[in-house]
């Protein structure tokens, strides 16, 4: 059964570097791994989509392990305005089905 | 505008009426998906579109819940005679197609059910 597990929450500080997880044991090869951001009263915003090993963009890193049963959203140097629910992402492409993390709901502190 | 556009933006019913939500894609995007979020709680799948075919409706919670699309364009999600747990949001997003593309989700329809 695909499932995919991200903590309840985290808290941090500015300027700080976080670290969220997600566990997605049933992956399959074609599936990729995507991570959304989500304000209150908004909908959830793209930030980072990867396949395998690391991708970068100009707000986050995402790492993926060599058997991609888990992934890694890295935000450095956090401010206030991160704080915010991160929800991870699978799109089981071989069932047609996509599945999202419960989410995790992230604080930053001053 | 260039982004999925969802109405109305707000909704307030009453239980045993029928509801119809509505979404407009961005412009070309094939894909199209439904979600629903209650209250502080995550994002639940509801049912894609890949153009007007939904090849997976196994997430709609019920038979009271149907959607339909026409063509690569609007679509609509139904739920007819509602109830209370039916109050959330429900956020329609759009893509390129199905295949790992980027979801640009709308800003949802806010649904009480009195």
């Known amino acids: 059964l695909a499932k995919t597990t991200q903590p309840i929450s985290m808290d941090s500080y500015e300027g700080q570097e976080v670290n969220i997880t997600c566990s997605h044991n049933?992956?399959?090869?074609?599936?990729?791994i995507t991570w959304y951001q989500q304000f209150p009263s908004q909908g959830p915003r793209f930030i980072i989509q990867?396949?395998?090993t690391k991708v970068t963009n100009e707000v986050a890193s995402l790492f993926i392990p060599a058997d991609r049963k888990s992934s890694t959203l890295s935000l450095p140097r956090v401010s206030l305005s991160d704080t915010a629910v991160y929800y991870c992402l699978v799109h089981y492409s071989s069932a047609s089905k996509i599945i999202f993390g419960s989410g995790t709901r992230l604080s930053i502190r001053p | 505008g260039a982004g999925v556009s969802q109405s109305p933006s707000n909704k307030v019913t009453e239980k045993g009426k029928d509801v119809e939500l509505r979404c407009d894609p961005i412009s070309g995007h094939t894909a199209l998906y439904w979600y629903r979020q209650r209250l502080g709680q995550g994002l639940e799948f509801l049912i894609y579109f890949q153009g007007n075919s939904a090849p997976d409706k196994s997430g709609l919670p019920s038979d009271r819940f149907s959607a339909e699309r026409t063509g690569e364009s609007v679509s609509t999600l139904t739920i007819q005679r509602t109830q209370q747990e039916d109050s959330a949001v429900y956020l329609c997003?759009?893509?390129?197609?199905?295949?790992?593309?980027?979801?640009?989700f709308g800003p949802g329809t806010r649904l009480l059910v009195l």
């Open positions: 990867g396949y395998k």
């Open positions: 997003a759009s893509s390129l197609d199905f295949r790992q593309e980027t979801q640009y």
């Open positions: 049933n992956i399959a090869t074609n599936d990729y």
